[in-house]
């Protein structure tokens, strides 16, 4: 299984509800969206499914990827990739949904704890990602039965210079 963490683009400090499900992506990181989109359309993922956190600012991160990908299918939105979800959770929906590529959209600290227990198979290992940044992993049909290998980090500028 190929899976593919994207953290979401730049979104405001404070949404107009006050609610952080709410907040949205900034100018600027809808502009940064639309390269890294075109960045990852690219690198030719061919996604089956794209699992998205239940905040907005991760809906509006995936949309310019799936339009630059020709994804059609509707996103799957899920709490476990919510920011404080128990990154294993979201392993065992992989699991279940079984797709050979997938893209994840969400958050940091989620993120963090999540790459750290692709890569390592522990839980207490967190790896930042920058916001926009979009990490590969190549990972058995159940990724939560061990360690997946870490095909690249790319941080969104990096992936501006792709193209």
Excluded at 95 to 105: D, I, K, M, T, Y
């Amino acid at each position: 299984m190929l899976i593919h963490l994207l953290r979401h683009a730049e979104a405001e400090d404070v949404s107009p509800t006050g609610r952080d499900a709410d907040r949205r992506l900034t100018e600027e990181g809808k502009k940064r969206m639309r390269l890294v989109a075109k960045a990852i359309a690219w690198l030719d993922p061919g996604y089956e499914v794209v699992l998205v956190s239940p905040l907005a600012r991760a809906r509006q991160t995936a949309e310019p990827v799936a339009a630059a990908c020709g994804f059609l299918r509707p996103f799957t939105e899920t709490r476990n990739l919510a920011p404080n979800a128990d990154p294993v959770e979201v392993l065992h929906e992989l699991a279940r949904l079984g797709p050979q590529s997938v893209l994840l959209v969400g958050h940091q600290p989620h993120f963090g704890r999540l790459f750290g227990l692709l890569v390592s198979g522990r839980s207490d290992l967190e790896v930042p990602m920058k916001k926009a940044a979009l990490a590969a992993f190549e990972a058995p049909a159940d990724p939560s039965l061990g360690p997946a290998e870490l095909k690249f980090l790319l941080p969104p500028r990096l992936m501006e210079k792709l193209l």
